[in-house]
């Protein structure tokens, strides 16, 4: 009796015993695949086997645990590692428990991975291949990105059932790291061949590397798949398409997105909401999509959106439909933000170049009702507006009410009615103005002097008013043009003939 206790009890303790020991075993083997991996300085994959290239430095503990593989790579032999791990730890646990190491170069870890993959033992798994992955994806490196795709593709045409969406789009986000949008699309357009439906992120990621590499035109060929599939990625991902197509100038594929992403109450933040209202205002056949955008933008940050609604009233006025723009500074004036003398001066000169001079004179004095003081462009515009009708009087006056509100006025202003008075013919009036530009602190430019010395010429045959103006060019440093300085010689010698002639009869 007592010697079958004392059997069945040495039994137990060599259970006990063998279970702690194969406990030991596995985290030795465990940690003798980690030290092996951080310190070995390469893998070298050669004839599809990983070899070690240079000898390990030992760990003085670890020196029982490490003597049977010094002897791996150092014979010089082409032998594959083969004693690597043992095979009843070639588990999904343990393959990623190794790789997930911390600081082992991705070129180790593919050639581990290779090397475990021939273990007949080994069944790989989405997991195993979602570790590799990861750990390759935490290190930006072209070379292990290009190795890891490699990888993938050859998998995905054994194993089918291994690969999945979030290991395609851990692929394709360090692509767009590295700057590889075609490398990234290439990835995508594989998801179909590895069944795997695209995810939002998958679409996101795939459209950004597209826009690093400024390959917009595919960009969007993705984008469309991304609205035919009603997936879109969350509002700040959603912001930066939108932001991106318009740096492409695709303004209106951006607004695509952006209808979505309203249907689906994913409101990307206002800075890519704005740039997209200024981008679709700058093109004629778009500007009516950015006036429509403005009734989204809610009234409690409206004072701050200045900047599109400006880009609106400038499209509107462009594309002559100013008053559509009046109607818009109205709201504003209403429901904010507050116009400025920007947008009034947009709209005015919309209307001066219209023709539609009191239209341009209400808003000006719609402008001074708000607390604006018109500045010297306001005026300029209009007296611009009146003086193309020929309506020179009406300009004049303007022009004193400008004079009266500014101490300093532009050679702008000087110059359109300088050419006013030369197309009427009214030289007097010319030079009056030319000589009192100095009092309003503008200087005559060589634009006002060649227009009058022209005018003079062709329109007055006055060669000697023309030369006076020409001492007064050289006494300012001012140079004459060659060709104006041939016409006043030319009407002057026209002149002398005609006084010979006058002569001899």
């Known amino acids: 009796m007592w010697r079958s206790i004392a059997t069945r009890s040495k039994h137990v303790a060599w259970n006990l015993c063998a279970t702690k020991n194969a406990k030991v075993q596995s985290a030795k083997t465990l940690k003798l695949a980690q030290s092996q991996l951080s310190h070995f300085s390469i893998f070298s994959i050669h004839h599809q086997n990983p070899r070690f290239l240079s000898q390990y430095s030992a760990n003085p503990t670890h020196e029982e645990e490490t003597s049977s593989s010094l002897d791996l790579g150092q014979n010089g032999d082409d032998s594959p590692i083969d004693h690597f791990a043992p095979v009843d730890d070639a588990n999904d646990e343990f393959v990623v428990k190794v790789l997930e190491t911390p600081l082992v170069l991705g070129e180790n870890l593919i050639g581990f991975f290779k090397w475990i993959m021939k273990k007949p033992e080994f069944g790989l798994t989405s997991r195993v291949m979602y570790a590799l992955t990861r750990a390759i994806c935490s290190d930006v490196r072209k070379r292990d990105a290009y190795a890891l795709w490699d990888l993938v593709k050859e998998i995905g045409e054994k194993e089918n059932d291994v690969l999945n ?215 300029t515009v209009v007296i611009s507006g009146y003086v193309k009708g020929g309506l020179m009087e009406e300009a004049c006056k303007v022009f004193s009410r400008a004079k009266k509100k500014h101490s300093k006025l532009s050679p702008v202003t000087y110059h359109t009615l300088i050419r006013g008075y030369c197309k009427l013919e009214e030289f007097e009036k010319a030079l009056k103005l030319l000589a009192e530009m100095k009092d309003y602190g503008v200087q005559a430019n060589v634009d006002e002097y060649n227009k009058l010395i022209q005018s003079l010429c062709l329109k007055a045959l006055d060669w000697e008013r023309a030369e006076k103006l020409l001492e007064e060019m050289q006494q300012k440093g001012l140079h004459l043009n060659g060709m104006t300085r041939a016409l006043i010689k030319a009407v002057k010698e026209l002149d002398e003939e005609i006084e010979k002639c006058r002569g001899k009869h």
């Open 165 to 379: 969406v979030e290991i395609l789009t851990e692929l394709i986000a360090l692509l767009s790291k590295l700057g590889k949008g075609k490398a990234a699309l290439e990835v995508f357009n594989k998801c179909g061949d590895f069944r795997c439906a695209p995810s939002a992120e998958t679409y996101y990621f795939t459209i950004e590397a597209l826009f690093r590499c400024s390959a917009f035109d595919w960009a969007w060929s993705v984008c469309e798949k991304m609205l035919d599939a009603g997936i879109l990625p969350d509002c700040e991902k959603v912001g930066k398409i939108i932001a991106g197509f318009c740096k492409g100038r695709k303004a209106k594929e951006g607004h695509l997105v952006y209808i979505l992403a309203k249907d689906k109450e994913k409101y990307p933040p206002r800075m890519p909401v704005n740039f997209l209202i200024i981008t679709l205002s700058q093109k004629d056949e778009t500007v009516k999509l950015a006036l429509e955008m403005l009734d989204d933008i809610p009234v409690e940050v409206r004072k701050y959106a200045i900047k599109p609604f400006s880009a609106v009233i400038r499209g509107l006025c462009r594309i002559k439909d100013v008053d559509g723009a009046a109607i818009l500074i109205s709201k504003m004036i209403t429901e904010g933000p507050p116009p400025g003398n920007a947008v009034f001066n947009s709209v005015i000169n919309g209307y001066s170049k219209a023709g539609d001079v009191e239209k341009a004179m209400k808003m000006i004095k719609l402008m001074e009702s708000r607390g604006l003081k018109p500045d010297v462009y306001t005026y």
